[in-house]
């Protein structure tokens, strides 16, 4: 803006003020039905999607790729490579939901034949969504799904340009995503990938990963397993193991199982790698939750009575001290909203009325305010009395 002087301004203003009382003069006095603004922004953040099975195929031994399109032919929303999509399946009277982070790049995305894919490891028996989305789950059958969600991206104002990622097993899936982005040129960073699996014959998305190695994108496979003839490197992603790949100054970005995550945090730290350079996804709570300090041991075994309050309906339904009060409340057949199922995003926050519960304290992504009045996110709690909670009618 130029100044021009005190009485110019004041009569330029003053035009200005003018102008502004004719167009309102001039405006239809009749209800506003339209937000143009809004309509962008729903149309760029839908919110749930009904996405149709495209494709299934095999991404590994234990693992099978999952693409997806829009059931109604639309453009599907922008995301970032590394973000998760919140996938939704019908069970009985209930829904369930579980997050997969993003296996395709966003570039494949935005045709309008665009399409996302997710890469999902069968379970080792306990699994639930994992088993139905590698043994029934068809080409042709629909879900419901929310994306892009969570940070786990590159943020050029926060992290360097030379990242170095930490994966372990279907932790690889957000990094395949930004090594086929990097690939295409439409993300401007340099990778190296550190992958820990278990087998050779059992390296999730190879082919793809490799078809995306290049000046920009760098893959170092790690066997934790003992193989005959494998030369390449062996043993877990140590400290001693990073340093050999890392170049000065990278961000370090691990995705993995909750115990990896533990694990390399200590290796960092043995690094002197600052906290602002390392940003983590954990795929979900721990498996065993009573390995945690402050965890009452006596309580492993326990199951509880979970009083569930919804408007003016009260539940009361059992709940296992070692399963978080999110899967209480899903086995019961009784629907919570869930997104991350890490203790982050908030989404499943609950009022606890009475009773004791054990917070996650990898998972506790609560407020000050939320701890303080009784707060806490039910995919990161343990029930270890009987305990009565508040959740929103949906
Ligand atoms: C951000 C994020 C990204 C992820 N990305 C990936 C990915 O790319 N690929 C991947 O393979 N995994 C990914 N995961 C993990 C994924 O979300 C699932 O946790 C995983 O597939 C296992 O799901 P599951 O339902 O089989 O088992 P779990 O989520 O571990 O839940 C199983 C437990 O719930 C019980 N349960 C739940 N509901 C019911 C019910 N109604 N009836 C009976 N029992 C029930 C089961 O018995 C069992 O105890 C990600 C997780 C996070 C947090
Ligand atoms: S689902 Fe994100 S905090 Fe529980």
Known sequence: MKVKGFLKDVGGASRVTKARLAAFARADSGPVTSDPIAEVAAAWHPGRLTLRVAQIRRASKTAKTVRFVRADGGELPYFYAGQFIALEFPLGDTVISRPYSISSAPYEARTPKGYVEITVRRSRGDGFMADYINDTLREGDTVTGTLGCGQFYFEPLRDSRRIVALAGGTGITPFA???????????????????????????????????????????????????????????????????????DGASYFICGPQAMYTFLRGELKKLEVPARRVRFEVFGTPKDISRFEGFPQEEKEAVHRLTVVRGIREDVIPARASESLAVALERAGIRIETACRSGECGLCRT???????FVCPEGDGRRAADKEFGYVHACSAYPVSDVKIKIPIL
Not at 204 to 214: D, F, P, S, T, V
Request: net charge negative; with cysteine; glycine share 10%.
């Open 177 to 247: 995503s930004m090594a086929k982005e990097i690939a295409h040129g439409t993300l401007d960073v340099d990778l190296t990938v550190l992958f820990g699996s278990v087998s050779s014959d059992d390296i999730i998305l190879k082919e793809e990963l490799e078809a995306c190695a290049g000046p920009h994108v760098r893959i170092v496979h790690v066997l934790s397993g003992e193989e005959p003839g494998w030369t390449g490197e062996r043993g877990f992603l140590s400290a001693e193991l990073i340093r050999k790949y890392s170049p």
């Open 351 to 357: 009022k606890v009325l009475s009773g004791r519960v």
